[in-house]
């Protein structure tokens, strides 16, 4: 099992299955509950997590003492990789936003397998730069080209997509996380969730979302409001 999350790892996946099985038999199972804090900014990189189930909010504290989110994670994604590969602190704080579990990969570890398999670092490195020129393209495009509820209806998009659920099953996340995402006030978003629901794209509720129609939200996305 743990093989197949480090699979979903895109500067891991292009590892032999003999790495990879070396890997994962260095991997811990650890559970988390609601808001139970992973680590917090500062704090010793000393492992990369995986997400089994549950959601983990990233997060930083802005100059002016207020949270900023910085994305909401869920199965299948990953954090704290830049800490396999440098010794800085954490950049962040990785806190669960409900029951969550996930698979930790120690750092030492990490090390002691790249030691014993020098062609791997070359394959991650390029891997590693593919992914994050990527990501902050796209970041740069989201707030140069599109406007608040085309942003917002993008980052519902992607949760909604990147979380498996059955329909019934809401997007964990506030009025407040979405701001800090996306960029925009709160009373922003407030307006603009108000306007999907009328629309029937979405239906809040303390602390969650429903996503009704993600198409009509994918179209959105594009401008298309």
């Keep these: 099992m743990e093989s197949l999350y480090l699979r979903r790892v895109p500067f891991l996946a ?8 070396l890997m994962a ?8 509950r609601r808001g139970e804090v992973i680590f917090r900014q500062d704090d010793p990189g000393n492992a990369l997590y995986l997400i089994e189930s549950g959601t983990v909010k990233i997060s930083r504290q802005g100059e002016d003492g207020r949270e900023i989110t910085l994305t909401l994670l869920h199965s299948g994604d990953y954090f704290g990789e830049l800490a396999l590969l440098d010794d800085e602190p954490r950049s962040a704080d990785a806190i669960a936003v409900e029951a969550t579990t996930v698979y930790l990969l120690p750092k030492a570890e990490f090390k002691s397998f790249l030691q014993a398999n020098p062609h791997v670092p070359l394959l991650m490195l390029s891997a590693m730069s593919r992914m994050y ?7 740069v495009q989201d707030a140069v080209f599109l406007d608040v509820p085309a942003r917002l209806a993008r980052a519902i998009v992607q949760m909604h997509e990147s979380t498996p659920r059955n329909e019934s099953q809401p997007l964990r996340t506030t009025q407040a ?15 603009w969730l108000g306007y999907f629901e009328r629309r029937g794209w979405v239906k809040r509720s303390r602390g969650a979302l429903s ?6 939200l994918t179209r959105a996305s594009r401008g298309e409001v």
């Design 14 to 21: 292009e590892m032999s299955e003999s790495d990879i099985a």
């Design 25 to 32: 038999h260095a991997m811990r199972r650890r559970n988390y």
């Design 133 to 139: 020129v990527r990501r902050l393209t796209d970041a």
């Design 177 to 191: 996380d979405l701001a800090s995402m996306i960029g925009a006030t709160r009373e922003s978003v407030n307006k």
């Design 211 to 216: 996503v009704l129609d993600a198409p009509a």
